[in-house]
């Protein structure tokens, strides 16, 4: 994978080339951009499909440890990465985490369309148990490496406070062990997750609500029928209150439709970014 020196350190992603369209694909807490492995395998044939993998405890590199590396600072990381890579007319997707809501608030010039899929919106943040056990483990001496000791062992990651609440039909071991993998390992990487989970502030979602109300592009809310994290009315009260919103109910899957429904959320966006930018909603 490509690497680029952002002020916050290293970024590895996934690029694949081309001159279609732009979609640039972000992942949540203790994922890579293999959680899109799915979905590129499809788009990356008439689509460019760029996905970082962002300091969210499965980097590989950690963080330099003079910047603050937080929610906040990951949104300008994001919209540095789009200026470093001189990315246009991209197509903004984001799955399970809300940073997309805040750049595409902030920094829309580089933007042509937003997709949100089944994230962390308004006061649902964290979202869900697994999201108030991260808050926890982050504050708690030795906690992140106990939570990822315990999402390490297989009998348990069905479990509904591991990924069991993120997937309906499981994610591969393989898969899984690459992405706890870091935090095991590197005292560095689990650093960096502590320092991210403590910089949570709980109203930064209910802020970009504003951002959103003013992004005047096309927009897309993809939420899954299932979810035990991201309660089922925030997907309509997203689409409602982008100008240019629409909702797509996706059913038989939980937060990570990438992993239960990859085809059917791929021949989705395929469909959308396809449609011309002008028009209402």
């Known amino acids: 994978m490509p690497e680029i020196e952002l002020r916050a350190g290293t970024i590895a992603y996934e690029d694949t080339g081309g001159s279609g369209p732009v979609v640039v694909l972000l992942h949540g807490l203790v994922h890579d951009a293999t959680v899109w492995?799915?979905?590129?395998?499809?788009?990356?044939?008439?689509?460019r499909c760029i996905a970082p993998t962002l300091p969210y405890g499965a980097h590989r590199t950690p963080m330099r440890p003079d910047v603050p590396l937080s929610p906040d600072s990951v949104n300008e990381l994001i919209a540095e990465f789009l200026d470093r890579l001189d990315l246009?007319?991209?197509?903004?997707?984001?799955?399970?985490?809300?940073?997309?809501?805040?750049?595409?608030g902030r920094h829309p010039e580089r933007l042509a369309r937003l997709v949100?899929?089944?994230?962390?919106?308004?006061?649902?943040?964290p979202p869900g148990l697994p999201g108030k056990m991260i808050s926890v483990a982050c504050k708690v001496p030795g906690g992140v490496g106990l939570m990822v000791?315990?999402?390490?062992?297989?009998?348990?990651?069905?479990l509904p406070v591991g990924f069991g609440a993120l997937t309906k039909h499981g994610v591969p071991d393989d898969i899984v062990d690459a992405w706890l993998r870091p935090l095991l390992t590197d005292p560095a990487i689990r650093a960096d997750f502590r320092r991210y989970g403590n910089a949570v502030r709980r109203t930064?979602?209910?802020?970009?609500?504003?951002?959103?109300?003013?992004?005047?592009?096309?927009?897309?809310?993809?939420?899954?029928?299932?979810?035990?994290?991201?309660?089922?009315?925030?997907?309509?009260?997203?689409?409602?209150?982008l100008p240019r919103g629409r909702l797509l109910e996706i059913d038989d899957s939980r937060t990570l439709v990438s992993e239960d429904q990859p085809q059917r959320l791929?021949?989705?966006l395929r469909?959308?970014?396809?449609?011309?930018?002008?028009?209402?909603?």
């Not at 925030?234 to 409602?240: D, P």
């Not at 469909?271 to 909603?281: K, L, M, N, S, V």
Request: net charge neutral; charged share 30%; aromatic share 4%.
């Open 149 to 158: 000791r315990t999402l390490a062992l297989k009998p348990l990651r069905r």
């Open 88 to 104: 246009r007319e991209v197509t903004l997707v984001e799955s399970d985490c809300g940073r997309a809501q805040t750049v595409a």
């Open 204 to 241: 930064e979602l209910l802020e970009a609500v504003e951002g959103l109300r003013a992004f005047d592009h096309p927009a897309l809310v993809v939420w899954a029928t299932e979810d035990r994290m991201m309660p089922r009315e925030h997907g309509r009260r997203l689409a409602e209150l």
């Open 116 to 125: 949100l899929i089944s994230c962390e919106a308004f006061d649902n943040y």
């Open 266 to 268: 791929a021949s989705a």
């Open 37 to 47: 492995r799915k979905v590129i395998a499809d788009l990356r044939r008439d689509h």
């Open 271 to 281: 469909a959308f970014i396809a449609e011309p930018a002008a028009g209402g909603r």
